[in-house]
């Protein structure tokens, strides 16, 4: 593989993953007071515009985590809704 | 320019924004007990890979958002230091 598409992996895998600890902490505290619902909203926009850039350029690395990634903003957009 | 990279660089203009909202509502309200600090700790390490990864492509939409998003990330970790 590509060592290049290896870091770009990597990169994704440390960015989506991240997501996890924020979803679990609201989960653990049923607290998201302090979370940005407009954070995670611009987040999913952007990622979603991310995962066509990464179509349209047929980029592997940015499809894979920005599809995921999109799945955990909106996940933790629903946590915050039903936390506050 | 080429409409793809115009999408990418919408794209991160949205994700790197997003950012300033929840740094924002830190400041306000002076509480960031529900964020979470791995949660950017993770993000600040992948971005740093992205950087590496856009340059190594010479992608000029990746190389200019994580930069700046990298920048917020630090940032938001400094303020969860500073305001718990």
Redesign the interface.
Known sequence: MDS?VL??L??????????I??A???IR?K??????A??????A??????L??GL??SDV?IVLWNAISLAFCILILILKRVYG
Chains 1, 2 share one sequence.
């Open positions: 290049i870091v770009g990597v990169a994704g895998a440390l960015t989506t993953s991240s997501c600890p924020q679990a902490r609201i505290t607290s998201a007071k302090d979370v940005s407009l954070f995670f909203g611009l987040m926009a952007g990622m979603s515009l991310w066509v850039y349209a350029r690395a």
